[in-house]
Nanobody, 122 residues
C-alpha cells in the first residue's frame, strides 16, 4: 500500500492541526495504522496507532489527551487531530501501515508515507 501524509504546517503553541494519511494501491481496512514523528537529531518515535477497524487506539504518553487518531476506511484515509500543540511536538510526522494488530515499534510497519513537517512556535 502507498501512503501519502499531508496537513502539516506552522502553528503557534496551543494551536491545532489535523494530519491526513491517504492510501492507494490497497484498501486500508486490511491494515493497522500508526503515526510516528522524528525531530532533528532524534530517533523516530511512536505517536499513536489504530486497529484495522478503528475500535482500538493507543497513544504515546506525551500526546495522550491532546492528540486523537481516527480512520475512515471508506475513504481509505487515516487522521491525526492534534490539539494544544507544544513546541516539543515539532517534527516530521510519518504515517505507516502494518499487518496485524497495533504496534509501537516502527520496524513492525511495512509501508510508510513521505512525512509532513509540523512546526510549533512558542
Amino acid at each position: 500500500v502507498q501512503l501519502q501524509a499531508c496537513g502539516g504546517g506552522l502553528v503557534q503553541a496551543g494551536g491545532s492541526l489535523r494530519l491526513s494519511c491517504a492510501a492507494s494501491g490497497r484498501t486500508l481496512s486490511n491494515y493497522a495504522m500508526g503515526w510516528f514523528r522524528q525531530a532533528p537529531g532524534k530517533e523516530r518515535e511512536f505517536v499513536a496507532a489504530i486497529s484495522w477497524s478503528g475500535g482500538g487506539t493507543y497513544y504515546a504518553d506525551s500526546v495522550k489527551g491532546r492528540f486523537t487518531i481516527s480512520r475512515d476506511n471508506a475513504k481509505n484515509t487515516m487522521y491525526l487531530q492534534m490539539n494544544r500543540l507544544e513546541p516539543e511536538d515539532t517534527a516530521v510526522y510519518y504515517c505507516a501501515a502494518a499487518h496485524g494488530t497495533i504496534y509501537t515499534l516502527p520496524t513492525l510497519y511495512s509501508s510508510w508515507g513521505q512525512g509532513t513537517q509540523v512546526t510549533v512556535s512558542s
